[in-house]
């Protein structure tokens, strides 16, 4: 078993008087898929931005590859190969597919351009395809592979995705998910993701299920029962 390279512990987070998180305990090992589930208002967004620094946090302890990053600003997070994938927003909307890509590759290792590029396009071909095209004018499905493409140009150690299904057609799910997982076996990135699709099952290894800004379950997805899951975290969204 592989020792956590993210952990943390004793989360607190506020939105002026209402408190999102009370104390979260969470970690991601190497190469893991982690999924944190949980319904509307859980808290979710909320963990996923205080990892990556764009939520301040009250109180806990974030430790990121043996460094203690929760009063790091997001620049040095993602340096360190911290990277947020939001719902929306991670493009340059009006730059070409190609010059996203490469801006993204300059925040990280200059040297291994081309290769991480090629990767992208390799994983995702219809941005190969689209590459001379200005991002804002992709498709919504489109533009939430561009995003995570720039995670992947940025060389981004831990990806934290948020709620990637949200807007997909059932098929372009299915697609997207598939390739969340050839990324980290091809890749060895470690994805954490936010979802309230069930098939999230197919791809996690683990689940955090979140309720009321409060950890509910932290197990094996082999572990689970899916109708459990599905009832309590996932909606009726199939
Ligand atoms: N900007 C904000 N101002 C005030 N309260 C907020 C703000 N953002 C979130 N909250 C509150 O914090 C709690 C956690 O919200 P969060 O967005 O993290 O949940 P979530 O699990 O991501 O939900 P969803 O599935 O709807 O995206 C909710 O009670 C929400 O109403
Ligand atoms: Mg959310």
Redesign the pocket.
């Known amino acids: 078993m592989s020792e956590p390279i993210l952990e943390v512990s004793g989360l607190t987070a506020c ?2 008087m ?4 009370k104390g979260i305990g969470f970690y991601v090992n190497d190469n893991e898929i982690v999924g ?1 589930v ?12 205080s990892i990556a620094g764009s939520m301040h946090i009250k109180e806990g302890q974030i430790n990121f590859l043996g460094h203690q990053i929760e009063r790091w600003p997001v620049l040095k997070r993602r340096q360190l190969g911290l990277m947020l994938v939001p ?1 929306e927003g991670n493009i340059f909307p009006l730059m070409s597919v190609k010059k996203n890509l490469e801006v993204s590759v300059i925040l990280s290792n200059r040297a291994k351009k081309e290769e991480l590029i090629d990767r992208v396009y390799k994983l995702f071909p219809v941005l190969w395809e689209k590459r001379r095209q200005i991002a804002n004018t992709l498709s919504g499905g489109q533009q939430k592979m561009l995003a995570v493409g720039i995670g992947i140009a940025s060389n981004a150690k831990v990806m934290l995705i ?2 990637p299904s ?1 807007g997909l057609a059932p098929k372009l799910v299915t697609k997207l998910f598939e390739t969340l997982k050839k990324i980290k076996e091809d890749t060895r990135t470690t994805i954490v993701l ?1 979802e ?1 699709n069930i098939k999230v099952l197919n791809i996690a290894d683990r689940l955090f299920g ?1 309720e ?2 409060e950890i509910r379950f932290d197990e094996k997805t082999e572990n689970l029962s899916r109708d459990v899951v599905k009832d309590l975290y996932l909606g009726s969204i199939s």
């Open positions: 939105y002026g209402i408190s999102a998180l944190i949980g319904p509307n208002g859980a808290g979710k967004t909320t963990l996923l931005e719902q948020d709620e949200i936010s309230q979140l009321a800004g």
